[in-house]
């Protein structure tokens, strides 16, 4: 916690600061800031957060958050590109069938009730003040991405989860088929 306060360079009281699951060994804070009730709401609550829970709960496979850069047509290139090969994919992966599979597998059948193979795209400006917090969490995943000057794209599923970015050519069609067959 000490390390932790001292990386902070902050004398600001009261301090938040939120963590990756230590799993991830990520040693820098998802986010962190002052303590108000503000935070607090803005760290957990936003509404591209708000649309990407209902699409989830309402049974997509994956929700791709595009994160633009400062280059329009390199942004409207990625989204084209995924909303593509993303349709594509709706159309030719299918739900594995829980026949076919273990004891687990069958024991949470109608769980499955409502789902689809579906791969909406929401897309996020890196200026957007609504969603300052859910980026951070995002760009702060891995060390290297708040460097990158392409935009990326997230895969995010079940409980909120996100796999590993695409960034500038990994947002391909090779790569989006791995991420959405993984998923």
């Known amino acids: 916690a000490q ?26 804070p998802a986010w962190a800031g002052e303590l108000s009730l ?9 509404p591209l957060r708000q649309a990407l829970a209902k699409q989830i709960l309402d049974g997509a496979t994956t929700v791709w958050i595009l994160i633009d850069c400062e280059d329009p047509k390199k942004n409207d290139a990625a989204e084209k590109l ?10 030719v992966i299918k739900l594995p069938d829980p ?3 273990d004891a687990y597998e069958e024991a949470f ?6 789902l689809k193979v579906s791969f909406p795209l929401k897309r996020l ?7 300052k917090v859910l980026l951070d969490l995002l760009l702060h995943s891995e060390e290297d991405l708040l460097t ?15 796999l590993f970015a695409l960034v500038g050519k990994g947002i391909n ?10 998923v």
């Open 82 to 91: 995924l909303r593509e090969t993303l349709k594509h994919l709706e159309s």
């Open 173 to 182: 069609e090779e790569n989006l088929q791995d991420a959405c067959g993984f």
């Open 3 to 28: 390390k932790l306060w001292k990386a902070q360079a902050t004398g600001k009281l009261p301090w938040l600061a939120a963590l990756y699951p230590r799993v991830s060994r990520i040693p820098v």
């Open 99 to 101: 026949e076919m599979g």
């Open 148 to 162: 990158f000057k392409e935009p990326l794209v997230f895969p995010v599923f079940g409980r909120g989860r996100a």
């Open 125 to 131: 400006s890196r200026t957007d003040p609504a969603e």
């Open 38 to 46: 503000a935070a607090a709401k803005a760290l957990v609550d936003s």
């Open 109 to 114: 059948a109608a769980e499955r009730e409502g």
